[in-house]
């Protein structure tokens, strides 16, 4: 059986382990994050599609990542206040982490498996790569860094 998501657990950004099988049933939009990034501003649309479809059942969670650029240098209480201040960030931040290399956590090698890249490639490019993931727990689309939030709404809807 293909593994979903809610085979993983992570670790959110106050340091405590989260199943992911408690977003089972909601659609669930996993987005790599950093602080200092051209793209930084899509926490403010991340957090727009969140309050605005977080009771039909979306839930967005953020992954902190400093391999691009070295644009997450904070620590998990940093980032976290940085989000908040800056863009009203209220949905799940996690723990910061690698999604490239050996150190990858094992999240984001199903997450880059499941749904390849750019002429089939599972490395990520950059910054806010975003996966959308259905009520099933199953990879539906992978968006580039360039795709802002906002244009993947009718994705989510459709999810939905």
């Known amino acids: ?44 649309e991340l957090e727009q599609l969140y309050k605005k479809y977080q009771s039909q059942g979306l839930t967005i969670l953020g992954f902190p990542c400093n391999q691009f650029g070295a644009q997450e240098k904070g620590s998990s209480e940093e980032i976290s206040l940085f989000c908040e201040r800056n863009f009203g960030v209220s949905f799940p931040l996690f723990e910061k982490i690698e999604v490239n290399g050996e150190n990858t956590i ?36 992978r968006f580039a860094s360039t795709t802002k939030p906002m244009a993947i709404e009718k994705n989510i809807l459709e999810l939905l």
């Not at 809610?6 to 659609?27: P, T």
């Not at 749904?115 to 975003?130: D, H, P, V, Y």
Request: aromatic letters at 12%; glycine letters at 8%.
């Open 1 to 44: 059986m293909t593994p979903s998501i809610y085979d993983f657990s992570v670790i959110n950004i106050q340091g405590q382990e989260i199943s992911l099988e408690d977003y089972k049933g909601r659609v669930v939009l996993i987005v790599n994050t950093a602080s200092e990034c051209g793209f930084t501003p899509q926490y403010q």
């Open 106 to 141: 094992p999240l984001y090698r199903h997450l880059k498996t499941a749904a390849k890249g750019l002429l089939g490639s599972e490395r990520i490019k950059w910054n806010f790569t975003k996966f959308l993931i259905n009520k099933q727990g199953k990879v539906e689309h």
